[in-house]
Every structure is written in structure tokens, then in C-alpha cells.
């Protein structure tokens, strides 16, 4: 493996393989990427859960609790949305320019998530009115 190869297209047996290898190759940097990057794929998929499973409780229940629970998850991932932004901002100067069109696409893609839960944060608080009013 050389280093000029897209680490995103490795085989991960190939990684650790060139990781632990005496050859010029990836080292820590790129198994700290490698980490951050699942750990970011576990975030997500544990986030998008939660906010899963609330937006179905509330169809089932349609309750006050249970609209109160979709706001509560939204306002998390909308603070999670936040935090990606700034951790973005904060990594941008240390991007290489072959690279800036990822960072062009996290910020756009960051942006959407962030226009995406104002809307349905906005409907869920809408809802929540609503709700109240009726009782």
C-alpha cells in the first residue's frame, strides 16, 4: 500500500495489515481518521435511533409526552449539527487543498442537516401547540 492511496477504499484486513507493517505506509494519523470516522458512523446511527424511535412513539401515541420526547431529540441532534459545524470550521485550516471539495461537501451537507431539523423541529413544536389547544 502506498501513501498516496485513498485509505476510504482500503481494505480494512489491508489497512491494519500496512499499519502494523515496517514499509513506508499509513500510520497513526490515518488509524485516528479511520477511528473517527466509525465513530462518527456510530454516533449517527445511534442518533438517527433515538430520533427514530421518539418520531414512532409519538404516531403511535400522538401525546403530549410524546411530541415533548421528538422536540427533546431534535434539540440534541440539532446541538450535535452545531458541533459538527464548528469541529469543521476548526479543521479547515488544516486541510489540504486536493481536499477542499470534501470540505466543501461536509459544510453543504451540514448545512442541509441543519435547514432539515429547523423544519421539522418547527412542525414538531406546531404539533405541540396543537395538542394543547385540543385539550
Do not use: W, Y
Amino acid at each position: 500500500m502506498s501513501t498516496a492511496s485513498n485509505i476510504a477504499q482500503t481494505r480494512l484486513e489491508d489497512l491494519i495489515n500496512a499499519i502494523g507493517s515496517r514499509q513506508v505506509s499509513p500510520g497513526a494519523g490515518a488509524a485516528g481518521a479511520v477511528t473517527l470516522a466509525l465513530a462518527a458512523a456510530c454516533t449517527a446511527k445511534a442518533v438517527a435511533d433515538r430520533d427514530a424511535e421518539a418520531f414512532a412513539a409519538f404516531i403511535k401515541e400522538h401525546t403530549s409526552r410524546a411530541i415533548t420526547q421528538v422536540i427533546r431529540e431534535g434539540d440534541k441532534n440539532g446541538r450535535l449539527i452545531a458541533v459538527l459545524s464548528e469541529v469543521i470550521d476548526q479543521v479547515a485550516p488544516h486541510i489540504e487543498s486536493n481536499m477542499s471539495g470534501d470540505l466543501l461537501a461536509a459544510r453543504a451537507l451540514t448545512q442541509a442537516a441543519h435547514k432539515i431539523q429547523a423544519a421539522n423541529s418547527s412542525e414538531a413544536r406546531d404539533e405541540k401547540a396543537l395538542l394543547h389547544a385540543k385539550s
